[in-house]
């Protein structure tokens, strides 16, 4: 629900496009840095209490959109909720543990599934909203809800069963006294990851400096520069969602099936289709719609995709023990990507044109499907 009219709100709180891609580089430096924290918790305390304790804390977060009287709360709430998202190692972690290597696309995607089929009225419910109580206030309604059903989701996760063998497990007194033990496990890191995962690490790089970079601005240039109204984005964003369910337990299937290598190239490919529809799309035309809900429907499931397969890559990659750090890094690697290219987006909307960011975005998508290509390949035995 939160999702559907957030650039919107914001925008309405006084946020610009230039603000915007501030506000959701920002967020994404904020996430990428607590990952090493949570990577490194993760591997040497455990999964599970970091995840829960952590749910908590977003889902009280979103108290401060719900009141928010100008964008700069909506900044201070974005912090405070990136920083809180330090679980997400462990949370990965947790994921790539309980699944069988040869079922882990299909595993991964029929999760998102559940999960996605529950949302799919959201869109719909936060279009009535807004249609009701206006912007604002249907805003405000929504962000208490989240903050409700994130309380929930917290309590639901103190049922996860902990993954992290307890001999592996180390409890914080014995950890602090390691003064260099934090360093060594990063170190170690970066070294495996320079010698088994280069040619991921810079496809991160290139397809999250793409992705992200025009993810913030999606309904703010449909509804401001195309001319959508603000019901008419919350159809299309509902309609977007039934596509991106369709194909996502098929493209889990053709994971497993096909191979990651081949999937995220595949991926690249809808992600670029999605970006030049969107950015080519006539404004305030009878076509508008469509061209709007081709774009973010592939870019919705190529979202998908990319998370899913990634993920199943990473995981038959990388050995139990060292996942949550593993993780932890590229996620710094690619947030710090996705940062400059949010900045970048923002900038160019105003100064040079509305369209311009998504153009970019197609050039870099490029370049990472050459990383694919040739630098990318499938281990022969997958990790468990």
Do not use: H
């Amino acid at each position: 629900m939160a999702n559907t009219y957030y650039q919107v709100y914001a925008a309405e709180l006084g946020a610009t496009a230039a603000i915007l891609g501030m506000i959701s580089a920002i967020s994404t430096i904020v996430i990428s840095l607590s990952r090493i924290p949570g990577g490194y918790i993760a591997d040497r305390y455990g999964r599970k209490k970091i995840v829960v304790t952590m749910t908590f804390v977003i889902a009280l977060t979103y108290l401060i959109y719900a009141f928010a009287p100008s964008w700069e709360w909506i900044l201070v709430g974005a912090v405070i909720a990136n920083f809180s998202l330090i679980y997400q190692p462990a949370l990965l972690a947790i994921r790539a543990d309980s699944v069988p290597p040869e079922k882990r696309g299909v595993s991964f995607a029929f999760m998102g599934f559940l999960s996605n089929l529950v949302c799919l009225p959201a869109p719909l419910i936060a279009a009535y909203l807004v249609a009701t109580y206006g912007l604002i206030e249907g805003m405000r309604i929504v962000y208490l809800t989240v903050t409700i059903l994130g309380i929930t989701a917290a309590v639901i996760r103190m049922f996860l069963k902990e993954t992290l063998a307890k001999e592996r497990r180390e409890s914080y007194e014995t950890v602090r006294k390691i003064g260099s033990d934090f360093k060594r496990e990063y170190v170690n890191a970066l070294k495996f990851i320079f010698k088994k995962l280069p040619g991921l690490a810079i496809f991160y790089m290139l397809f999250n400096f793409a992705f992200m970079g025009i993810l913030p601005f999606l309904a703010y240039y449909a509804i401001y520069f195309l001319g959508l109204s603000n019901e008419t984005w919350g159809y299309i964003y509902f309609l977007s969602q039934i596509v991106y369910l369709l194909v996502l337990l098929p493209v889990g299937f053709f994971i497993d099936k096909i191979g990651r290598r081949k999937m995220l190239m595949t991926i690249v490919g809808l992600t670029v289709f999605g970006a030049l529809v969107y950015g080519l799309a006539p404004r305030a035309s009878g076509d508008t719609v469509l061209y709007v809900f081709a774009g973010l429907s592939m870019i919705m499931v190529s979202n998908v995709a990319f998370f899913t397969s990634a993920s199943a890559l990473e995981a038959d990659i990388v050995p139990r023990e060292k996942r949550g750090r593993t993780s932890a890094v590229l996620g710094l690697v690619s947030s710090f990507s996705a940062a400059a290219g949010q900045s970048l987006a923002g900038v160019v909307y105003e100064d040079v044109s509305p369209r311009f960011p998504f153009f970019v975005a197609v050039a870099v998508l490029l370049a990472a499907f050459a990383i694919v290509l040739f630098l990318i390949r499938e281990p022969e035995k997958k990790e468990l």
